[in-house]
């Protein structure tokens, strides 16, 4: 079915009305917005994932999930429904599930950071540094300036005991902010470990 503009305009209108409303803790009439959202049309998404948010600040978990999978079948594309559905699978502490959800997200939409943020909580509870260092590159062809992803992308290296390419990630850092406080500190936790390891290989020699 096609709508008009002013269709589309008063979707919008109610749509962005449920998501203000949302923001605000009026939840009642949040859903009451959703709702007419709905009714104009009823192919769109939108609405489900609006109630999904609105469930979520509720604490009504549950209820939160079935919108966000009702958004997903209907938009099977929609990074934010997959990222919903990971955030409330994650506040039940079902960090499995969390995880493929966000993977799913980011899948779609590398650039999605609040997925990619939720991704690494969940990865780093599991210790799979290697999906971290996957996705954070990810993001990275998209925002390759980007310093606080390129730092958590040094302490993943860090973590993995990769401290030379921890060392590169620091240094490309540096080139964008050379007094970046973190990264230095960081960086002589780096360098510590590499004159270590250089310490030791000297003794087998």
């Not at 980011?106 to 540094?129: E, R, V, W």
């Not at 390759?144 to 958590?152: E, T, V």
């Not at 050379?178 to 960086?187: K, V």
Request: with cysteine; proline share 3%; net charge negative.
């Amino acid at each position: 079915m096609e709508y008009t503009g002013n269709e589309n305009l008063k979707f919008e209108v109610y749509q962005e009305l449920g998501e203000c409303y949302t923001h605000t803790g009026d939840f009642d009439n949040a859903f009451k917005h959703f709702e007419e959202a709905k009714l104009i049309d009823s192919m769109s998404e939108r609405p489900f994932l609006g109630m999904g948010v609105a469930e979520m600040q509720k604490n009504e978990i549950n209820n939160a999930k079935l919108n966000f999978i009702k958004a997903i079948g209907m938009n099977p594309n929609s990074d934010k429904a997959f990222a919903g559905l990971a955030m409330a699978y994650m506040t039940i502490g079902d960090n499995t599930e969390a995880l493929i959800n966000y993977q799913n997200a980011l899948d779609i939409d590398p650039s999605n950071k609040p997925a990619l943020m939720g991704l690494m909580q969940c990865a780093y509870s599991f210790q799979n540094y290697d999906v971290v260092v996957e996705y954070l590159n990810k993001y990275l062809e998209h925002y390759p300036g980007n310093l606080k992803i390129l730092y958590c992308l040094a302490g993943t290296y860090f973590k993995q005991d990769k401290f030379i390419e921890a060392k590169e990630i620091i240094e490309r850092i540096f080139m964008f902010e050379p007094d970046h406080i973190e990264a230095s500190n960081l960086n002589e936790l780096v360098k510590k470990e590499l004159e270590n390891n250089s310490y030791s290989g000297c003794e087998n020699l």
